[in-house]
């Protein structure tokens, strides 16, 4: 069974510049779930879809965040403008349904905003 | 609202020595509780997950936690420690309004020295 899998592994960018991260979850997994993981941190939820709908985006920075996906299959978070702080690994997850499942996480992308 | 913590940062151990990797938690109503191991550059992975039952609930790659009510502790343990279970280790609990959304503790490196 194929995992969930994520691109690019590594990303460097300046202050202020965009950059967008993909997530393609195991098959037949409805719920997606975005992490935000900054060094000597837990992970912290930043968005959940079900199918393509959003289920919690509470503690998204939506000024300056952006998610979707548009077929309920695979999505893509966006940074624009990225600010310092980002700087941390994004993890994307999926579940056969929400609530007390156990979640598959891909490898992540380390994001570095210099 | 529901936590977790995690009182340690790090935990050392010798291979063949027992381990334990301690865990506090804080819930509203019965508890579910999960923990997952990061290693270095992968994504997180789930260990085990305690729901309702036994207080000694049995994992993947030999680990056990235990569910202590009255003292609010989900320890995770190991009989006898190798080498390759040094990572991260995370506890974590749903949320209280959104159970799909799991709320993790700052986490806890496991170093198991030869």
């Known amino acids: 069974e194929a995992g969930v899998a994520q691109s690019p592994r590594y990303k460097i960018i300046e202050k202020r510049q965009s950059v967008a991260f993909w997530c393609n979850p195991i098959?037949?997994?409805?719920?997606l779930y975005w992490y935000q993981q900054i060094l000597g941190q837990g992970p912290k939820l930043l968005i959940q879809f079900q199918n393509n709908g959003v289920v919690d985006d509470s503690q998204l920075p939506k000024d300056r965040f952006s998610a979707e996906r548009l077929k309920g299959v695979d999505s893509t978070l966006k940074i624009q403008p990225a600010k310092l702080e980002d700087s941390a690994v994004y993890l994307c997850?999926?579940?056969?349904?929400?609530?007390?499942?156990?979640?598959?996480f891909g490898s992540g992308t380390q994001l570095s905003v210099l | 609202a529901q936590s977790v913590a995690q009182p340690e940062d790090q935990v050392n151990v010798a291979e063949g020595n027992p381990l334990t990797v301690k865990c506090t938690y804080s819930?509203?109503?019965?508890?579910?509780l999960f923990w997952y191991v990061q290693y270095p550059n992968r994504g997180l992975q789930f260990l085990l997950k305690?729901?309702?039952?036994?207080?000694l609930v049995k994992g993947s790659y030999g680990f056990e936690a235990e569910f202590n009510k009255s003292q609010t502790s989900f320890h995770l343990k190991k009989p006898s420690a190798l080498v390759s279970d040094s990572a991260l280790y995370f506890c974590a609990v749903p949320s209280s309004s959104n159970t799909g959304k799991l709320i993790f503790g700052q986490g806890t490196t496991l170093q198991v020295k030869p």
């Open positions: 305690y729901i309702t039952g036994d207080n």
């Open positions: 819930v509203s109503g019965n508890p579910y």
């Open positions: 098959s037949g997994h409805a719920t």
């Open positions: 997850a999926s579940s056969f349904s929400p609530g007390g499942e156990k979640l598959f």
